[in-house]
T-cell receptor
């Protein structure tokens, strides 16, 4: 089983739609969680950290469920510029390892 | 502004060549990572290092080695390049600890012919 699993998509949704991505992780000792965004032919960049209480940044909301070992990202009122690949990331601090999911591709259509 | 710099954006090498990919970070980060990214497979961890001269195998270390002689520099070595090592290689660094993000270099697209 992969340490971090994501639905690869692609998700193809109209502008203005709400879209949700899910991610599961296998190591219960994982300490911190992130969502990264990667544009075509570019390096991944941090979108937001994910905290136990859930956190929001504008149109983006991230949730963590430690009991189910599950992370989610919700994008409201999607824009054309949101088209990218979204990567779920887990930091296994005990091993100094940062593990990436394979990414979910999102395409927003006009 | 934080910076992770990879020595080349594009490289073309011949099968059997020894290839060095260099990565330098200026953030005094303890941890450094090498990933490769292939379509449909996402980022896969090759090796990482949590201190100078320390290294740990990731998920796909076969055919690769690494070197970390100085804190700011982490090198990935392909001992004898093969065509199945054609890929995008990404270097990243982070602070030690469980609550830190990783910062990436711009990537090196390596083609082995």
């Amino acid at each position: 089983r992969k340490e971090v699993e994501q639905d690869p998509g692609p998700f193809n949704v109209p502008e203005g739609a709400t879209v949700a991505f899910n991610c599961t992780y296998s190591n219960s000792a994982s300490q911190s969680f992130f969502w990264y965004r990667q544009d075509c032919r570019k390096e991944p960049k941090l979108l937001m950290s994910v905290y136990s209480s859930g956190n929001e940044d504008g149109r983006f909301t991230a949730q963590l469920n430690r009991a189910s070992q599950y992370i989610s990202l919700l994008i409201r009122d999607s824009k054309l510029s949101d088209s990218a690949t979204y990567l779920c990331v887990v930091n296994l601090s005990s091993a100094s390892k940062i593990i990436f999911g394979s990414g979910t591709r999102l395409s927003i259509r006009p | 502004d934080v910076k992770v710099t990879q020595s080349s954006r594009y490289l073309v090498k011949r099968t059997g060549e020894k290839v060095f990919l260099e990565c330098v970070q200026d953030m005094d980060h303890e941890n450094m990572f090498w990933y490769r990214q292939d379509p449909g497979l996402g980022l896969r961890l090759i090796y990482f290092s949590y201190d100078v001269k320390m290294k740990e195998k990731g998920d796909i270390p076969e055919g690769y080695s690494v070197s970390r002689e100085k804190k700011e520099r982490f090198s990935l070595i392909l001992e004898s390049a093969s065509t199945n090592q054609t890929s995008m290689y990404l270097c990243a660094s982070s602070l030690r600890g469980g609550y830190t993000e990783a910062f990436f270099g711009q990537g090196t697209r390596l083609t082995v012919v």
